[in-house]
C-alpha cells in the first residue's frame, strides 16, 4: 500500500501569502495525484489531477507539481476561502486508492 | 449536473450491520465508478472500495474484505454500501464519490453529502 505523508501537518498564513503545500509518496506514483479541498461540513472537492492539471472551475491560483514520490499543491496569493484541509491522492497502486493525512492551512 | 444523493445518519450498535444508499442525478451513471471513502472524526479520508456499475464486480481495500459489499441498482441509479460487524472505530462520515474519467477509478470529482455513521451500545 502507498503511504502519502503531506507536511506540514499545519500551515499558519494571512491572506495574500504564498501556500506551498507537500505531499511525498512511499514509492513512485508516476504523475498520478491529487489534491483535494475540504470546509468544515462539506465533501472534499477536487482541485488538481495528474499531478498538475486544475479540475473544472479551479482558480488559476491554484497550481501543482511534482513526480513520481514528491509533490507540491501551490497557492499563489491566499483567499479568506482558501483555509481549509487539503489532502493528496494517489491512484497509480490500488486497490486501495489512498490518501495523505492532510495539511491544515489556517489564517494566521 | 451531477448529484449524488446520499442517505439519512444512522445510529447502530456493536456487531450490527449498516446499509448506505448514493442515488446519483444528472449524469451517466454505468460507466463512471462509484466509491466510498469514510473520514473518521478528525482529518483523514479511507477509501473503502468501489463499483463500476456496467462491469458489476467491486473492488475492495484489504482493511475492509470480508465486512464490505458494494452493489449498485442501475435501474434507480443507485449504488450502496453494507458494512457488517460494527465496531465503535466505524464511527464515521462516508462518503460517495464518483469518478472523474468513464471506466475508471482514477479521481473524484463528484461527492455525496455524507453519512454519519454512529456505532454505540
Known amino acids: 500500500e502507498i503511504v502519502l505523508t503531506q507536511s506540514p501537518a499545519t500551515l499558519s498564513l494571512s491572506p495574500g501569502e504564498r501556500a506551498t503545500l507537500s505531499c511525498r509518496a512511499s514509492?513512485?506514483?508516476?504523475?498520478?495525484l491529487a489534491w483535494y479541498q475540504q470546509k468544515p461540513g462539506q465533501a472534499p472537492r477536487l482541485l488538481i489531477y495528474?499531478?498538475?492539471n486544475r479540475a473544472t472551475g479551479i482558480p488559476a491560483r491554484f497550481s501543482g507539481s511534482g513526480s513520481r514520490t514528491d509533490f507540491t499543491l501551490t497557492i499563489s496569493s491566499l483567499e479568506p476561502e482558501d483555509f481549509a484541509v487539503y489532502y493528496c491522492q494517489q491512484r497509480f497502486h490500488w486497490p486501495p486508492i489512498t490518501f495523505g493525512q492532510g495539511t491544515r492551512l489556517e489564517i494566521k | 449536473q451531477v448529484q449524488l444523493m446520499q442517505s439519512g445518519a444512522e445510529v447502530k450498535k456493536p456487531g450490527s450491520s449498516v446499509k448506505v444508499s448514493c442515488t446519483a442525478s444528472g449524469g451517466t451513471f454505468s460507466t463512471y465508478a462509484i466509491s466510498w471513502v469514510r473520514q473518521a472524526p478528525g482529518p483523514g479520508l479511507e477509501w473503502m472500495g468501489g463499483i463500476i456499475p456496467l462491469f458489476g464486480t467491486p473492488n475492495y481495500a484489504q482493511k475492509f474484505q470480508g465486512r464490505v459489499t458494494i452493489t449498485t441498482d442501475e435501474s434507480t441509479s443507485t449504488a450502496y454500501m453494507e458494512l457488517t460487524s460494527l465496531t465503535s472505530e466505524d464511527t464515521a462520515v462516508y462518503y460517495c464519490a464518483r469518478a472523474s474519467d468513464s471506466g475508471t477509478y482514477y479521481y473524484f470529482d463528484y461527492w455525496g453529502q455524507g453519512t454519519l455513521v454512529t456505532v454505540s451500545s
Open positions: 514509492q513512485s506514483v508516476d504523475s498520478y
Open positions: 495528474d499531478a498538475s
